[in-house]
């Protein structure tokens, strides 16, 4: 098992709810984790983020409103809550941790990545 683990991911029908956990574990607290999705054919792209040492959240425009990023410190694990989930969320999800400072959308930052987990979002 990796630093990185993502659990939670499925088949959902479209206007449904998914929550996705990325649990971390033998690596030092990261700077911010991220979450990032890869769909059919598309490039990976960001998704959300939180700053671990303040809990500040960022989202990114094709999920602003209808996701929550939360934690438990005591699970060292992250959340990502999607709501009325849309056929074009179909995806692979991956969490992301950096451990350097600056802005959370920026993949190429990132230097701990899990293995992923498949939602698929039904119409």
């Known amino acids: 098992q990796g630093p990185l683990v993502e659990s939670g991911g499925g088949l959902v029908q479209a206007g449904g709810s998914l929550r996705l956990s990325c649990a971390f574990s033998?690596?030092?607290?990261?700077?911010?984790l991220g979450w990032f999705r890869q769909g059919p054919g598309k490039e990976r792209e960001f998704v959300g983020g939180?700053?671990?040492?303040?809990?500040?959240?960022y989202y990114a425009d094709s999920v602003y409103g209808r996701s929550t990023i939360s934690r438990d410190d005591a699970k060292s694990t992250m959340f990502l809550l999607v709501d009325n989930l849309k056929p074009e969320d179909t995806a692979l999800y991956y969490c992301?941790?950096?451990?350097?400072?600056?802005?959370?959308?920026?993949?190429?930052?990132?230097?701990?990545w899990g293995p992923g987990t498949q939602v698929t979002v039904s119409s």
């Open positions: 992301a941790a950096r451990h350097t400072i600056g802005a959370l959308r920026f993949l190429s930052q990132y230097d701990t």
């Open positions: 939180m700053i671990w040492s303040d809990g500040a959240t």
């Open positions: 033998g690596t030092s607290d990261p700077y911010g």
